[in-house]
């Protein structure tokens, strides 16, 4: 079965800084990949997703991630962070193969400081 | 606002006894799934339906049931209870069960064992 890891569990950063949060995942078949983002209070919502094509997705609100066979990464960055993104960032993962039982990571929680 | 609805929002019970989590997903959605969310698991994923059959199954302990009606309406139903059972349980709802699917969350029910 897929498993996912995200590396650091806090992310603290001052506002305007750049920021990358860290997902590696670990499957024996080709996945699709996912990164999620809880507000407080909140439930999760889809910041953006890797199915197929460019290895570069990016999300509305500026943040981008790159999935990276070969490492088994798909970090999340974005180049300059503002107060409002604050958050619980997970990092998920699905099987191609099968259903959607998508299996998520423990989660990072970013804190942006004025 | 995703367009998946959980109810209640918030429960307190004591040990031993039994709840049910009720959730409607988002108009046209035929997949639901569960998931359990507590400091120290994380995020667990339980239990999909698709249009009213199980489709997959994850960490889901036997004193917890859901099924998914003919108006795909979902219930996830707790017994037995035990304090490591409080945690927050999330509902959330996809077109088809396919993988890939951008899933949507509901705000999650949050359930307090006493």
């Known amino acids: 079965a897929q498993s996912v890891t995200q590396l650091d569990s806090q992310v603290p950063v001052f506002e305007e800084a750049p920021v990358e949060l860290r997902c590696n995942y670990s499957s024996s078949v080709s996945v699709y990949l996912f990164w999620y983002v809880q507000y407080p209070n909140q439930g999760l919502q889809l910041l953006l997703k890797?199915?197929?094509?460019?290895?570069l997705v990016e999300s509305i609100n500026g943040f981008e991630a790159e999935f990276n066979k070969s490492q088994t990464s798909f970090h999340l960055r974005k180049p300059s962070v503002h107060i409002s993104d604050t958050a619980e960032y997970f990092c998920?993962?699905?099987?191609?193969?099968?259903?959607?039982?998508?299996?998520f990571g423990a989660g990072t929680r970013l804190t942006v400081k004025p | 606002d995703s367009g998946v609805t959980q109810t209640p929002k918030h429960l307190i019970t004591a040990t031993g006894q039994r709840v049910t989590l009720r959730c409607s997903p988002r108009?046209?959605?035929?997949?639901v799934y569960w998931y359990q969310q507590s400091l120290d698991q994380g995020l667990q994923f339980l239990i999909q339906?698709?249009?009213?059959?199980?489709?997959a199954k994850g960490n889901i302990l036997e004193r917890f049931s859901a099924q998914q009606f003919p108006d795909l309406h979902s219930e996830l139903n707790l017994s037995s209870l035990e304090l490591g059972d409080s945690a927050l349980y999330f509902c959330?709802?996809?077109?088809?069960?396919?993988?890939?699917?951008?899933?949507?969350f509901g705000e999650g029910s949050w359930l307090t064992v006493v």
């Open positions: 959330a709802s996809s077109l088809e069960g396919r993988s890939g699917n951008t899933i949507y």
């Open positions: 890797y199915l197929s094509g460019s290895t």
């Open positions: 108009s046209g959605d035929l997949s």
């Open positions: 998920a993962v699905s099987d191609r193969s099968r259903n959607n039982d998508m299996r």
């Open positions: 339906y698709y249009n009213g059959e199980e489709r």
